[in-house]
């Protein structure tokens, strides 16, 4: 899980930062949100990190109950 969940969370932190510059440019452009809204950010990112979760959990799941010995046989 930590394979699938650390390019999510610096994906999630570089995504933040470029949203805040984005918000800043354009905020002229939005009408009753303002740019900086905690609510929406954290949603979206909470979407973005559970999506990831979600990803990574079936596949580690297969690999815990894998036999070692018969994937090793395999290769």
């Known amino acids: ?5 650390q390019p999510a969370f610096i ?5 933040a930062i470029g949203a ?3 918000g800043r440019l ?12 905690v609510l929406a950010w954290s949603v979206a990112c909470g979407v973005v990190v559970a999506g ?9 799941g297969q690999a815990a109950r894998a036999d070692p ?3 090793l046989k395999s290769d």
Not at 26 to 37: G, K, M, P, Q
């Open 52 to 60: 990831c979760v979600g990803a990574g959990y079936l596949p580690a």
């Open 1 to 5: 899980m930590g394979t699938a969940l």
């Open 26 to 37: 354009l905020a002229s452009l939005l009408f009753d949100v303002a740019a900086s809204d």
């Open 20 to 22: 805040v510059i984005a």
């Open 69 to 71: 010995m018969t994937a």
């Open 11 to 15: 994906g999630v932190a570089l995504g």
